[in-house]
């Protein structure tokens, strides 16, 4: 292993190239070799220079390339013969992205490592969408929750972070249990015409944004065909989209002139 040996998890945003930081670029147009997931866009894949080996481990066809154990075997194997190892991940690496167990496995190795963060998708697609996750009398905090878990384990959401009215929540991963996340949003006293965004492959040019409330979660999701990506985002603060959406008129904008 050389000297300068470094794996870089580095956050590649949550789809727009434009999002990136110039840190990440810097890193991914200088790497020996680009580990990447699932959510990194082509557009950022398509600014790593053809000489940059490439490798894949996100999750294909509804199945791990690579296990998370496989994956942070592979990083360390890497480090020990390329000098700039970059570890791309969609979002953010330390936000659901399982960047603290790469980091971990690689500090228990002796691995020296940099972690760049990106944009999570919370910040992005309320951004996006027009929604401030917080803002002055409507809300005073805001929680990022999992809507999935580890494999035969059971989501359990604290009720008390559920119910509040004057926060924001925002539930990465929630398709796949969001009649769950609805039920447990109902029996924690939630009121059920609490406005909500669904916001499907935010900051693309394919993102849509769904609105509807509590109430009608389940019916809006089926009846728009919400696929993943998607991100909810819950509380309040949702309806001032309808004044400060900015990206669909500008999207709706290029549509025509390129039409
Ligand atoms: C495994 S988590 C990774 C999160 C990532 N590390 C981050 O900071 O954004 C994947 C989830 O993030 C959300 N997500 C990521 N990118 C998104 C996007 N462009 N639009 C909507 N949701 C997104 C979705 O809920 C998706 O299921």
Aim: hydrophobic share 45%; with cysteine.
């Amino acid at each position: 292993m050389g000297t300068e040996a470094k794996i870089f998890l580095v956050g590649a945003g949550p789809g727009d190239p434009d999002l990136l930081t110039l840190k990440a670029l810097r890193l991914i147009q200088t790497a020996d070799i680009l580990v990447y997931d699932r959510l990194v866009s082509p557009e950022i894949l398509s600014l790593v220079p053809n000489s940059v080996p490439r490798l894949f481990v996100g999750k294909a066809t509804g199945r791990h390339t690579l296990s998370q154990l496989e994956i942070n075997v592979l990083l360390v194997d890497l480090a020990r013969s390329n000098q700039r190892v970059v570890r791309l991940k969609g979002g953010d690496p330390f936000v659901f992205g399982r960047g603290g167990e790469e980091a971990l496995a690689l500090a228990k190795q002796r691995i020296a490592f940099e972690v760049v963060p990106g944009i999570t998708a919370a910040q992005a697609c309320a951004a996006y969408a027009g929604i401030p996750l917080t803002h002055r009398g409507l809300a005073q905090g805001v929680h990022f929750i999992t809507g999935h878990c580890k494999d035969n384990e059971t989501l359990v959401i604290d009720p008390a972070t559920l119910a509040d009215p004057d926060q924001t929540l925002v539930i990465y991963m929630g398709l796949a249990n969001l009649s769950q996340i609805v039920s447990d949003l109902t029996s924690s006293g939630r009121a059920m015409d609490t406005p909500v965004a669904i916001v499907e492959r935010g900051t693309t040019p394919r993102q849509r944004n769904i609105f509807t409330t509590i109430a009608q979660l389940n019916d809006a999701a089926s009846a728009h065909a919400i696929e993943s990506p998607a991100l909810l985002i819950i509380g309040k603060v949702v309806s001032l989209a309808a004044e400060l959406d900015w990206f669909m008129p500008v999207m709706q904008e290029m549509e025509a002139r390129y039409a």
